[in-house]
């Protein structure tokens, strides 16, 4: 029997194919909930330790960093949950694919599944559906990184109540709300995260641009939620205030990614390390502008980049949210 040596996604389109990221610096406009990956219900937020080089001087094995963290994985199911419940008509996008979490439907032509992934780990019987659906694999073909926040502040704990909502108890019943502690990142930390995307058609990608955009507004548990993207002055434009964003769309990655160490606490070094890496393309500085091509590669920055990102996210409205709108690639 023949190999087969191809990588079996299935093609829709016979549009080109690029690669593309976003890079952002969030910050939240208030406190924020993340709750530990292995603390459930305890109200502990996730933090990271970061190792801090010793300089060649001896240490006692304990330096290090803590930093509070949104991690990507639930940035990830942030951004997924954006896409399934986005509105379509009166229904809801992921109702209308029959598509969920945990359950994916793991078709190549889901535009979720496509670019996020799906897995059926055995043949699934589903409610409506007339065949069982077989056992699946598909790669997502967009990643999360990044999310360890710039500043050195550890969480803040907070003592909480639950009030009902009764106006006047009996006398005889229990007055006291019941207490509790959380723990919250606090307001102000940034966040610097990526994604990037392989190999996918300008509509794949719309799928993306949605997700991250619509995510910025959930981001967190309970609550409260969302964060923005950090607006400063200096990344482009010298002086006037613009969001810190850059979108690539290449072919060879030939920009420096403007990723934040997260060993920098400063957040005066992280913006410089971010900015000169925006600003660097093959290996050399380029003068501060909205705009760098180099060839095939494409880079928007600040500003230009929201309005890039816009188009994709109109693109998407139109091809899978608008009933009205022609569905096509
Ligand atoms: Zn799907």
Not at 73 to 81: D, I, Q, S
Request: net charge negative.
């Amino acid at each position: 029997m023949a190999i087969n040596v191809k990588s079996g996604l299935e093609n829709y389109s016979d549009k080109p194919r690029f690669h593309f990221d976003i890079y952002a610096i969030l910050e939240g406009g208030q406190e924020l909930f993340f709750g530990h990956e292995t603390q459930v219900n305890v109200n502990i937020v996730e933090t990271v330790t970061i190792p801090t080089p010793s300089n060649g001087e001896e240490t006692n094995g304990d330096d290090g960093l803590e930093k509070c963290y949104i991690s990507p994985t639930k940035r990830r199911g942030v951004e997924r949950r954006a896409l399934i419940w986005a509105p379509t008509g009166n229904g809801l996008l992921g109702d209308s694919l029959n598509c969920g979490i945990p359950h994916t439907c793991s078709k190549a032509e889901c535009p979720i599944c496509r670019v996020f992934g799906g897995l059926i780990t055995s043949k699934t019987k589903v409610e409506g559906e007339s065949e069982e659906r077989p056992a699946t694999t598909l790669i997502g073909r967009l990643t999360h990184s990044g999310g360890v926040a710039i500043q050195e502040l550890s969480p803040e704990e907070k003592q909480r109540a639950m009030h009902p909502s009764m106006i006047r108890k009996a006398p005889e019943s229990d007055p006291t709300p019941t207490p509790f502690k959380r723990e919250y990142n606090q307001p102000g930390l940034l966040y610097p995260v990526y994604n990037h995307c392989l190999s996918m058609t300008e509509t794949e990608f719309s799928a993306v641009a949605y997700a991250f955009m619509g995510a910025l507004a959930r981001l967190g548990a309970g609550n409260p939620k969302g964060v923005k993207i950090y607006d400063a002055p200096d990344l482009a434009k010298e002086d006037a205030e613009e969001p810190w964003i850059v979108v690539d769309k290449y072919l060879a990655p030939l920009g420096k990614r403007p990723v934040v160490s997260p060993t920098i606490t400063d957040v005066k070094m992280a913006k410089e390390q971010f900015k000169n890496a925006a600003f660097s393309v093959r290996g050399s500085a380029q003068e501060p502008a909205s705009e760098l091509t180099e060839g095939n590669f494409h880079r928007y920055i600040g500003d230009a980049a929201i309005a890039k990102l816009s188009e994709y996210l109109i693109e998407f409205e139109k091809g899978e949210l608008n009933v009205d709108a022609e569905i096509g690639n």
